[in-house]
């Protein structure tokens, strides 16, 4: 289970710079896809970060916000990221 309320689990690591906590901004519910708008409290890069619900369970991935790159994991399918872009666009 993934504990959004009154505290967010929050594991998200800057997929940019590599640092271990974001600030979240915003929860999202896309169709299945459960993600949280984050910025890097580090370098300040936003991104969204993809709760592990449904196909992403034991996938790492995140989008960057402002050029919808997709970060994953090296075992991550290629199709679910393409899922997830479609979804935050």
């Known amino acids: 289970m993934i504990r959004i309320k009154p505290c967010v689990d929050n594991s998200f690591i800057c997929p940019d710079c590599g640092a271990i906590k974001s600030s979240i901004n915003e929860i999202k519910f896309e169709s299945i896809n459960v993600m949280a708008e984050c910025t890097c409290k580090n370098c300040g890069f936003k991104f969204f970060g993809i709760f592990p ?33 479609k979804s935050v666009n």
């Open 53 to 85: 619900v449904g196909h992403t369970v034991g996938h790492s991935f995140a989008i960057g916000k402002l050029n919808s790159r997709i970060y994953s994991s090296d075992d991550s399918p290629d199709w679910i990221g393409k899922s997830l872009l």
